[in-house]
């Protein structure tokens, strides 16, 4: 805004992978603001994120303010050593182990390894055999938009724990809700970690409420794959070529990524460009009212 005007208003965020067709909230309880979350509450919604994403039953979910907020903590479930981040991927993950004191690298054996999945930016689906650290996290923050490709099955096996993002595929990113799943041990170690009441009473709420609405589930994967599809004709229509990504968010390659992301800039559109590529440009989906405006752009 600082450079090319307008109020937050009059932008268009196509930065995010967060689908522009949230769920509905409604129905919320003067007790979920109130009282502090009770034991019951936190069951529930863990109750039916183990229905909606087939939790293996050796497997302890934890409810969390967040991914972001598990990420930051899971470094602290073993003594820093070495992680193997293959790149590109979501920064944040490298960024928790390094701060942490754990050496990251690409290849080569280590104590730990993350695995976006499917990957951020590129959509690239990881296999059961790619969990092949003593500490592995599968991040699968995005993987609701294909659940036949999820690797929940490994979340009871040692060591592995399999994130979920809620906000994205929900699209309700500031309610601030996400799960850690995997052994129960570490589970318990990570929740010592994040603390008493670490998600409020809404996000209780709504979350279970959202889990359990596979009708919905159902519907927004087909109207996403069918905007993916829309995204990426009418952006290689302009010039670029399709890399990878999922339906909440695509990949191109473009002759100049910065001065796409500049172009879309005038017009009040953000987008996501990266450090190691001056070719790559992301693009989340656009809500309903904003397509004209971006076929407008481009």
């Known amino acids: 805004m600082a450079l090319y005007g307008g109020a937050r208003g009059d932008w268009i965020d196509l930065s995010t992978g967060i689908n522009p067709h949230p769920y509905k909230v409604a129905d919320l309880q003067p ?50 050593g070495r992680v193997q981040i293959t790149l590109p991927t ?23 390894r993350v695995i976006v999945h499917p990957n951020n930016p590129d959509g690239r689906i990881w296999q059961a ?10 991040d699968e923050s995005f993987c609701d938009i294909a659940p036949e490709a999820s690797l929940i099955h490994l979340a009871e096996q040692p060591g592995v724990i399999v994130l979920k993002s809620f906000g994205k595929f929900w699209g309700l990113a500031g309610l601030r809700l996400g799960f850690a799943i995997g052994q129960p041990d570490l589970i318990a170690r990570l929740n010592d970690l994040t603390g008493p009441w670490a998600v409020s009473g809404p996000a209780l709420r709504i979350g279970e409420r959202a889990l359990r609405d596979i009708q919905w589930a159902e519907a927004a994967r087909v109207r996403l794959a069918d905007e993916a599809a829309r995204l990426d004709q009418l ?46 440009l992301r693009l989340g989906l656009p809500p309903a009212e904003g397509w004209a405006r971006l076929q407008a752009a481009l």
């Open 31 to 80: 007790s979920d603001w109130m009282e502090l979350p009770d034991h019951g509450a936190f069951e529930r919604l863990s109750d039916a994120a183990r229905a909606f994403w087939n939790v293996p039953g050796g497997a302890a979910i934890l409810p969390a303010p967040g991914a972001s907020a598990v990420i930051a903590r899971l470094p602290a479930l073993a003594p820093a």
């Open 90 to 112: 979501y920064n944040e993950h490298a960024a928790a182990f390094a701060a942490q004191g754990w050496t990251v690298q690409e290849t080569g054996p280590a104590e730990a």
């Open 129 to 138: 055999a790619d969990a092949d650290a003593p500490l592995t996290v599968i």
């Open 235 to 280: 952006v290689t229509s302009s010039g670029a070529r399709l890399v990878g990504g999922t339906s909440l968010f695509r990949l191109y390659d473009v002759d100049a990524a910065a001065a796409w992301q500049q172009r879309l800039a005038q017009a009040h559109i953000w987008s996501r460009i990266f450090p190691y590529s001056s070719t790559y």
